[in-house]
């Protein structure tokens, strides 16, 4: 059974950091994407960062590039989203997720999701 178990979440002031961790269990991901998905109050699902887990190949969002880096810890089986200069409008809940995707920027194409982390960034 799968399991994305996602940590680090918590309140910050804008222009603060924060590092999120997912811990991944139940399969091999050497053939998955993984990545982290936001989803803000009364608004859609919003692609954050992907990694493939083979390669360590990363594509972010134009909204959190240059602030926001996703790694991953092969060893621990753990994937790492360090945000730096947060904004007001990153306050989301913050999922981590897994998939055989190609299109890494669409949600949907996920297909296992942890139970999300809230992260908020007060002005």
């Known amino acids: 059974q799968v399991q994305l178990v996602e940590s680090g979440g918590g309140l910050v002031q804008a222009g603060g950091s924060l590092r999120l961790s997912c811990a991944a269990s139940?399969?091999?991901?050497?053939?998955?994407?993984m990545a982290w998905i936001r989803q803000a109050p009364g608004k859609e699902r919003e692609f954050v960062a992907a990694?493939?887990?083979?390669?360590?190949?990363?594509y972010y969002a134009d909204s959190v590039k240059g602030r926001f880096t996703i790694s991953r810890d092969s060893a621990k089986n753990t994937v790492y989203l360090q945000m730096n200069s947060l904004k007001p409008e990153d306050t989301a809940v913050y999922y981590c997720?897994?998939?055989?995707?190609?299109?890494?920027?669409?949600?949907?194409?996920?297909?296992?999701w942890g139970q999300g982390t809230q992260v908020t960034v007060s002005s």
């Open positions: 997720t897994a998939g055989k995707t190609t299109v890494w920027g669409i949600p949907k194409t996920y297909d296992y």
């Open positions: 139940g399969r091999t991901f050497s053939s998955y994407a």
């Open positions: 990694i493939r887990w083979s390669g360590g190949s990363t």
